[in-house]
């Protein structure tokens, strides 16, 4: 569900999911990307726009349970398959994929200067995993 953050008002419903939602990443221009423990990242116009589905994603073999936007255009999912996918924000293209977790990839996020940070079931913690091109 998308709601208003001024008054808290209730404005779109996004269906589309068949298994249950785990993880939301909204761009600046309003896309939002949901990802769930099916494996498939849904991207959606923003509410502004219908919140009409654009796209999905494909790639993981397990649930993805994170999601991560970079200022440089990327779109990071980090999987329950240990994971983490790099995508154009854009277009929905497979850029390349982040290995050496050896559990579930919890949450990525991404610092200023696109470096990639993520944590995982592995107990490694917070590891930097570097830069996709």
């Known amino acids: 569900r998308i709601w208003s953050g001024e ?3 209730h404005l779109r419903t ?11 990443a909204v761009g600046a221009d309003g896309t939002v990307y949901s990802g769930s423990m099916g494996t498939t990242i849904f991207v959606w116009a923003g509410w502004r ?29 980090g999987g329950w398959d240990t994971t983490i996918r790099v995508w154009c924000a854009v277009s929905g293209s497979h850029l390349g994929t982040l290995e050496g977790h050896t559990g579930e990839v919890n949450v990525v ?3 200023s200067d696109g ?7 592995d107990a490694t913690g917070v590891e930097r995993v570097g830069r996709v091109a």
């Open 115 to 121: 470096t990639v940070y993520s944590g995982s079931d």
């Open 14 to 24: 996004l269906d589309g999911h068949t298994r249950h939602l785990t993880c939301l």
């Open 7 to 9: 008054d808290g008002s």
């Open 49 to 77: 726009e219908g919140s009409r589905l654009l796209r999905t994603l494909e790639g993981h073999t397990h649930g993805i349970w994170s999601l991560a936007l970079s200022t440089g255009g990327k779109l990071y999912s």
């Open 109 to 111: 996020a991404v610092g």
